[in-house]
């Protein structure tokens, strides 16, 4: 079967090309993909080339397929897993599986370093990896979109749960935020920040008490509170407040004045910026945990933290990058039962589109950008279907959907777009 892909063959040198894929082995398996969110990861990658730790060294001979926040179909299923598989199921993969013993190397992930598996792409081969790592995770909720953005909202979770807290007298760890505690999450009106936030005020347990989201982009806060306000928290128990830090004098002050001066139990840092980092340490309560959870380019990077506090009030640092196979799996089924991330979608494209996306990734405003891969379109933002569907009946029709669910992208407009092609 002939697939179209987007491949890396270096740094920079994206290539949109058509080739045969082999004929699948018993222990692999064929798949359709449908829709891929581009990730900043897939930007890193992109720039560095071989230089990234999940990139083979051979790139320029054996290129690689890109993006791994993807959604499909399995096509045909090897024998080996005629069993627990079949024709037609929906999916998802978990891209960190991290195979030791494989042919590309200890970091080694779909999206990253296959040359038969990748997000951009029409059609890919599953390999003997990833099954082994049981990381090809079925998904029985409406729509593809939603499973795309599984791998994003795994991370999130996989974030919440790496936070852990002490009790003096005691060497063990309590994983997991504290329950009914503070928590901020700083710089966070991003599309991670937006999937945080839909995460926390949508889980059943261990929901914080008093919840601050941060940022210095107003826009980005009103679209935030718009689409998560403060009364819908406030309904399941939780104290939900926006603030933009760059209206503050003093935005240390200013947050720890919402505690009685007690400080965060949990604080996630969304932005690689060292003055945001320093804040976040200087928010924390005594045994605070503080998760860097945004993923720096620059191998040097630094930031100061008081070790007084480490030493005396029991601060500690923690940070993931991705999540396992349980937060892939916890992530699905928040989807399947509802938890919709349509939120974090500001901009549709096509496969024809990907390359440039992909390298231009930090300049383009919004959220997150959802390419579907059997498609031809220029990359649009949600927000210009109105003006376009003047002159085109398509963007026209996708702007009366989005526009009955507060200008979002949704599962009928998914389909109407699929349909259309």
């Known amino acids: 079967m002939k697939t179209r892909a987007v491949r890396l063959y270096g740094k920079e040198d994206l290539r949109l090309e058509e080739f045969e894929l082999p004929v699948i082995k018993d222990d692999e398996i064929l798949a359709k993909v449908v829709c ?4 900043m990861s897939s930007y890193k990658a992109a720039k560095q080339g071989n230089e990234h730790k999940r990139i083979p060294w051979d790139t320029a001979k054996n290129p690689v397929i890109i993006g791994h926040e993807f959604a499909g179909e399995l096509i045909q299923i090897g024998k080996k897993w005629a069993d627990r598989f079949r024709p037609g199921q929906k999916f998802s993969i978990q891209p960190a ?11 080694s992930a779909p999206g990253y370093s ?3 598996i990748g997000g951009d792409a029409t059609y890919v081969i599953i390999p003997r990896e990833v ?14 979109y939603p499973a795309s953005l599984a791998e994003p909202l795994s991370c999130v979770i996989g974030a919440m749960h790496a936070n852990y807290h002490t009790k003096p007298g005691s060497y063990k760890h309590n994983m997991e935020i504290v329950n009914g505690g503070n928590m901020a999450l700083l710089a966070a009106a991003g599309p991670m920040g937006l999937a945080a936030v839909n995460y926390v005020i949508n889980r059943k347990d261990m929901r914080p008490g008093l919840f601050v989201v941060t940022d210095i982009d ?33 935005p240390v002050d200013h947050l720890r004045a919402f505690t009685g001066g007690r400080g965060y139990d949990d604080v996630f840092v969304f932005a690689p910026v060292p003055a945001v980092i320093e804040q976040a340490d200087r928010l924390l309560a005594r045994d605070g945990c503080l998760n860097f959870f945004a993923g720096p380019s620059d191998p040097h990077f630094r930031a100061h933290l008081n070790f007084y506090n480490v ?24 989807l399947s039962k509802g ?23 930090p300049e383009i405003p919004g959220g997150k950008k959802m390419m579907y891969t059997h498609i031809n379109m220029p990359l649009t933002a949600i927000d210009d279907f109105k003006e376009k569907g003047k002159t085109d009946p398509l963007f026209r029709e996708l702007h009366a959907i989005c526009a009955k669910n507060k200008g979002l992208w949704s599962v009928e407009a998914e389909n109407y777009l699929l349909d259309a092609y």
Request: proline share 4%; aromatic share 8%.
């Open 36 to 39: 891929d969110s581009l990730c």
């Open 97 to 107: 599986i991290n195979y030791e013993k494989g042919p590309v190397g200890v970091l």
């Open 114 to 116: 296959y040359q038969y």
């Open 131 to 144: 099954m082994q790592q049981d990381c090809l995770l079925p998904y029985t909720g409406e729509g593809y």
């Open 218 to 250: 107003q826009a980005r806060l009103e679209r935030a509170e718009d689409l998560f306000p403060p009364a819908l928290a406030a309904a399941r128990g939780i104290d939900l407040k926006y603030i933009n830090t760059a209206n503050t004098f003093n």
């Open 311 to 334: 030493h005396y009030e029991a601060t500690h640092i923690t940070g993931t990058s991705g999540g396992n196979n349980d937060d892939m799996k916890e992530a699905l089924l928040c």
């Open 339 to 361: 938890l919709d991330p349509a939120g974090l979608i500001t901009h549709i494209g096509g496969i024809d589109a990907v390359i440039n996306t992909t390298l231009r990734l």
